[in-house]
Structures are given as C-alpha cells and as structure tokens.
C-alpha cells in the first residue's frame, strides 16, 4: 500500500536498432518515455510529422469504416460481451497485419466512397421529392412551366399568394389595370395560394407584368423546359434509380461485414505507428546513435535492461528520480480497485501519503449500508466473480467490476 520508487533512465543505442527496440519498449509498458522540448548540443529530431499524419488519417478512416459497418450491422453481443478484453495480439502477427495494412485500408476507403454514395443519393432524392411536392399543382399545365412568350403573345405562368376562384382572379387583375386585356387558366388552388397561367398580348407584356407584380405574382422556382407531367415522371425514374443504387451500395457494404475483426486490428496497429513515430520526433539522433530518456520503477529496472540489450546494442544507465517523476501506486487486491476513482481527480505527488486504501474502505463500506440487502450483495459477488473467470476482461474493467 504505497508509491512505487520511481527511476530515470537514459538509453543510448544504435540507430540501426530503433525500430526493434522501441517496439519491444511499447510492448512491455516498462518504461514513460519522457519528450524533451529542445535537443542536446550534436543532435538532432528527425521530423516524422508527416508519417504520423498518414497513420492518423488512416486511423480515422478505419474509425469512419467501422461506423459504416454499425450502420448496416451492428456488431452483434449482448451485455455482457462488453466485459470482454481484446484480443491480445502476439508480437508475431505485427508483421502480417502491416502487410494486410494496405488491403484494408482500401476496404475501409471503399466503405467510405459508397457511404458518400448513399448520402448523397438520399440527399437528392430529399430534393427530388421537394421538387415533386412543387410540380402537383401543375399537373394539369400541357406547356412547360418556363414558357414566357410566343410571337404574338406574353405567357405568366405562376402562382399568387391568396386563394382566387377564375372570377376574383379576373376581377383582382382588372382592378390592377382596367386597360389590359388576358385569359387566365387556374391550374390549382387551396388556401392561400392560387396557380395559374394568365395570357396577355404581347404589346402589353410590361403592363401586365405591373399588375400581377401589385397582386404579388410569382413564378415557380427550378421551372423547366419541360411539361410538368413528363418532368415529374423522369424525376419518379430518378429517384427510384437513386434507391436501387442506395440499395446496392448497402448489399457491398453488407458484404464487407466480416472484415471488421481486420479493420479493428489494423486500427490499433497504426495507432501503435503513431504513438512510435510521436516517440521518434522527441527524441535526439546523431549520425550512428539515438537517446532515449523516462521514467521506469525501481523494481522493473534490471528488467528493462535485460530487454533493451537483448534487442539491441546499447547502453542504460538509471538514476534517481526528481520531483517532476511520475507516480505510480502500487496496493493490494483490497485497494487497487478504488485507484481508478483517485486517478479520476488527482493522484498523490511524490511526498504525498496514498490515501486510496482509505478510499477503498470507505467506499466499499457506504456501498454496502446503501446497497443494504445482503441477498442482492451476495448474488452480485458471486456474478461478477463468474464474470471475471469467463469473460477475463482487461485491467481496468476488472478493477471496476472488483469495486
């Protein structure tokens, strides 16, 4: 029930050996690589910004594919398959996930192209339909809705904002102006709005267009050169078009369901990319070597020294830690599960007393008086014990489950 001693910890070796050995160092979670802002004196960063933004894209192209996938097939499981840990993977298939890496990412951008498609489609047969919604009232008009004028005569065809039989129309148009002459046809009307198409000699076109204009005339928006009736229907084709492709494109995207284990898999390898290539742009390289500087505790430290000179040929020297050292708590089985409720808020500074044992009795104690049924307590004792011999789910959701 305390802090576990902390170390620093400098590694110097050879260039060649980076990759293995900061693998290996990722692999083990022995070491807290600290990232120093400036570099020493005959030294330099190698800039890998441009990589990581690679594995950060494809990292979220394999976030937006996965989603794809929930869309059409939610990933089947029930409660409880919520406290199952990921698959571990062995260090030994690293290398054939980074050689399917490419293949993926291409499913993944396929799922995303045909996601676009289906977006897309429904966005225009959103405004298809508008439009159709717009043409019911003309379906009766046999000239197109854009028609303005033939030689002899000037054509209105629009609607007016108030509902008008074909006498008040007339009526409200001869008011405007008793002097022009026309012959209106009502093509629809309800309440509030009045559709028709009003003829006028073409000598007096600018007169009529006064009139109607004061009566609040307007003519339809995305009028066409086509009759209403032939519009409408090609854009009933359209749409039913747009469904079958939205349909297709949900069957492909259906098919690649079963690739989710392998976009899940090759999304935490190129997490595991970023967070190296994060590493490499913070630490100093000269022409042969590289220095890699952390935190370790004290008990892992002849550990990591077995594991960095078995990978590679190089040098570790550990030191004591200062102030600025990380903590790391170390308790028992009865305390290690409250850790994670002081971690959520602050955990203890290097001189500071750990009061998680104190927490967890407390905790543990006001649960119980509340939970008040020792029935109900000894039934969830002895589920979430089954739970954790099934279902063996990672650290810190068996820590919860334990709390």
Not at 230 to 249: D, F, I, P, T
Not at 298 to 325: I, Q
Not at 390 to 399: A, C, E, L, Q, T
Request: charged fraction near 30%.
């Amino acid at each position: 029930m305390a802090k576990v001693k902390m170390k620093t910890v400098r590694i110097v070796a050879l260039r060649q050996d980076r990759k293995r050995l900061l693998e290996h160092l990722q692999d083990s979670a022995l070491v807290q690589i600290r990232k120093v802002e400036k570099s020493r004196d005959g030294f330099e960063r190698v800039d890998m910004s441009r990589p990581m933004q690679v594995f950060e894209r494809n990292v979220t192209l394999t976030e937006q594919a996965l989603k794809i996938l929930d869309s059409v097939s939610p990933e089947k499981g029930g409660m409880l398959s919520s406290l199952k840990g990921r698959r571990e993977v062995d260090p030994d298939e690293i290398g054939v996930i980074a050689s399917k890496s490419g293949e993926v990412i291409s499913v993944c951008k396929r799922l995303s192209e045909l996601d676009k498609k289906r977006s897309d489609n429904s966005a225009e047969r959103t405004r298809i339909a508008t439009q159709l919604v717009q043409l019911e009232a003309w379906q009766k008009l046999d000239i197109p809705l854009n028609t303005t004028e033939t030689r002899s005569t000037a054509v209105f065809v629009g609607a007016f904002p108030e509902q008008y039989t074909e006498t008040s129309l007339k009526e409200a148009i001869a008011a405007e102006n008793p002097k022009l002459e026309f012959v209106t046809e009502i093509e629809h009307t309800e309440e509030a709005m009045t559709c028709a198409v009003i003829f006028v000699p073409i000598s007096q076109k600018i007169m009529a267009e006064d009139a109607l204009r004061a009566l609040g005339f307007a003519r339809p928006m995305g009028a066409t050169s086509k009759i209403p009736k032939v519009k409408a229907e090609r854009l009933r084709e359209k749409s039913e078009r747009l469904r079958l492709e939205n349909e297709m494109a949900e069957d492909e995207i259906k098919s690649l369901v079963p690739r989710r284990e392998d976009i899940k898999t090759t999304q935490d390898y190129f997490r595991i990319r970023a967070d190296k290539y994060s590493v490499i742009n913070s630490i100093d390289h000269s022409k042969h070597v590289f220095i890699i500087e952390g935190y370790v505790p004290e008990d892992d430290c002849e550990k990591l020294r077995e594991l960095c000179e078995r990978v590679a040929t190089c040098t570790v020297d550990f030191e004591d830690a200062g102030d600025d050292a990380p903590v790391k708590l170390k308790n028992n089985k009865f305390a290690e599960p409250a850790q994670g409720i002081l971690t959520m808020y602050s955990p203890p500074g290097k001189g500071d007393l750990d009061p998680t044992p104190l927490l967890a009795f407390f905790f543990y104690f006001f649960f119980g008086m509340m939970f008040s049924d020792a029935g109900y307590g000894l039934l969830m004792v002895i589920v979430i014990g089954i739970a954790l011999k099934v279902f063996k789910p990672d650290k810190k959701m068996r820590n919860n489950l334990k709390l």
